[in-house]
């Protein structure tokens, strides 16, 4: 065995100093992407925290959405629908033998006159007269 070092041929040389410096660049590149490796988390992290925030953003538009709109659609449909379709009706109520009116006539089915059969069976409606007894 000899001493390898000492009798290295030129070409042995040039070799040597050519892998020395391929390391030392493999080197440099492998610090300068741990360095974008770590640029690159931090833009992660921030991206991340950003999406929760718009998460929370729209959960807060979701909940605030339909509580506006809830209420304000019946305040206008209520008071024109009930308050005309009652007063035609107490109108109707007055007893023509006796003149009793309001609680006194009741509206009751007459069997005697079936309108349809389909869907279900629709009688005519009469009204009676609780104090004389008296059917219109
Ligand atoms: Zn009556």
Known sequence: MYNNLDDLSPEHEEELNLLETHISELFTRLEKSEIQIELLKDENFQLKAQ???LQQQSKQAQYKSPRAETIRIPKDIIPTVSSSDTNVRQNKRKCPNCGASGFSIKEVDDKTR????????IYMKKKVCTKCRFEF
């Open 51 to 53: 999406i929760q925030k």
């Open 114 to 121: 079936i309108i349809t059969y389909v869907p279900r069976k």
